[in-house]
């Protein structure tokens, strides 16, 4: 269950890593404060040049890697990428399926909104996660 719970927040934060290249995201330490529900919390990630050269697949490929098995599609149109991630856990008996948006306002900040149904052994929860990505200042040295 403990696992599942982790893929299932990794799938959420999946898609962030669509958004290292276009359009001209800045390298620098982002602040991603989340809230599903009452709750809240921060994470903060170091997105590095090679992070933004390499371009969003890549980094989607890697962040697959550690969620689990997962697939992901989306396009942009305007400011705007939709996108869906499903990922499996054959050895939890379960699924995430995961719907969203990112609206780019600059290159310096992004807010997400994210739609997540995770299945355990035929149980379905679903819950909202809404993301404010903001670049905070540069990498610690």
């Given at each position: 269950?403990?696992?599942?719970?982790?893929?299932?927040?990794?799938?959420?934060?999946?898609?962030?890593?669509?958004?290292?290249?276009?359009?001209?995201?800045?390298?620098?330490?982002?602040?991603?404060?989340?809230?599903?529900?009452?709750?809240?919390?921060?994470?903060?990630?170091?997105?590095?040049?090679?992070?933004v050269k390499d371009g969003p697949e890549s980094l989607l490929?890697?962040?697959?890697?550690?969620?689990?098995?997962?697939?992901?599609?989306?396009?942009?149109?305007?400011?705007?990428?939709?996108?869906?991630?499903?990922?499996?856990?054959?050895?939890?008996?379960?699924?995430?399926?995961?719907?969203?948006?990112?609206?780019?306002?600059?290159?310096?900040?992004?807010?997400?909104?994210?739609?997540?149904?995770?299945?355990?052994?035929?149980?379905?929860?679903?819950?909202?996660?809404?993301?404010?990505?903001?670049?905070?200042?540069?990498?610690?040295?």
């Amino acid at each position: 269950m403990k696992k599942m719970i982790s893929i299932a927040v990794a799938a959420l934060l999946l898609p962030v890593a669509a958004f290292a290249a276009p359009p001209n995201m800045e390298p620098g330490l982002w602040e991603q404060a989340m809230t599903m529900g009452a709750h809240s919390f921060t994470n903060k990630e170091c997105v590095t040049p090679d992070m933004v050269k390499d371009g969003p697949e890549s980094l989607l490929n890697h962040r697959d890697e550690m969620a689990g098995n997962c697939k992901s599609s989306g396009n942009w149109s305007g400011n705007v990428y939709r996108f869906k991630v499903d990922c499996s856990a054959p050895e939890q008996g379960g699924t995430v399926s995961t719907t969203g948006t990112m609206t780019y306002e600059s290159p310096r900040r992004m807010l997400q909104v994210v739609e997540s149904t995770t299945t355990i052994e035929g149980a379905k929860q679903s819950m909202t996660m809404k993301v404010d990505h903001k670049r905070i200042g540069d990498c610690p040295k």
